[in-house]
T-cell receptor
């Protein structure tokens, strides 16, 4: 039981490049989330999903896209990377939306230069 | 909108008690949470409290909730060097999504 896994752990992108951050959970959770964490700040919700085929915007969705074709996977896409997207990205999942416990992945540290 | 505020740093000596404070704005939050983040890792749920409770104790952890003042605190008894981490307070909004504070970095000196 691996929990929530994220790849890659680190990535450096040039401005304008695109990439996909991968997130997989093996707990059969319906709810999945993407957060970004900037230095000295709490986590900000980018997108979330309440089940396969359903996604919705969080607090800071601009510049990102998501899809949820399966229960297990919730990839985050950056189409035109900008320096403002330099951050640590965390994926999380939970059994239900009252978020009694969200299980977090180890994070992806992204630098855009 | 909802907002969660925490002080940024706390330094204590090993064996002392640590108290981390948090204020929140959404009085309709059903649950309030404390998460711990160790260096280079994701967040891990430490404990949570239901909004109709005043206090919850879990081994070395005590959570106090003052709903009138919208104030939440986490007390760690007999703080150890392994407790050094960033502690995040979070509330759930009306849609069930989490709103996090900025995090309090706890430094435990031997």
């Amino acid at each position: 039981n691996a929990g929530v896994t994220q790849t890659p752990k680190f990535r450096i992108l040039k401005i304008g490049q695109s990439m996909t951050l991968q997130c997989t959970q093996d707990m059969n959770h319906n709810y999945m989330y993407w957060y970004r964490q900037d230095p000295g700040m709490g986590l900000k919700l980018i997108y979330y999903s309440v089940g396969a085929g359903i996604t919705d915007k969080g607090e800071v969705p601009n510049g990102y896209n998501v899809s949820r074709s399966t229960t297990e996977d919730f990839p985050l896409r950056l189409e035109l990377a900008a320096p403002s997207q330099t951050s640590v990205y965390f994926c999380a999942s939970s059994y239900h939306d009252r978020a009694r416990e969200q299980y977090f992945g180890p994070g992806t540290r992204l630098t855009v230069t | 909108g909802e907002d969660v505020e925490q002080s940024l740093f706390l330094s204590v000596r090993e064996g002392d008690s640590s108290v981390i404070n948090c204020t929140y704005t959404d009085s309709s939050s059903t649950y309030l949470y404390w998460y711990k983040q160790e260096p280079g890792a994701g967040l891990q749920l430490l404990t949570y409290i239901f909004s109709n409770m005043d206090m919850k104790q879990d081994q070395r952890l005590t959570v106090l909730l003052n709903k009138k003042d919208k104030h939440l605190s986490l007390r760690i008894a007999d703080t150890q060097t392994g407790d050094s981490a960033i502690y995040f307070c979070a509330e759930s909004d009306q849609g069930g999504k989490l709103i996090f504070g900025q995090g309090t970095e706890l430094s435990v000196k031997p």
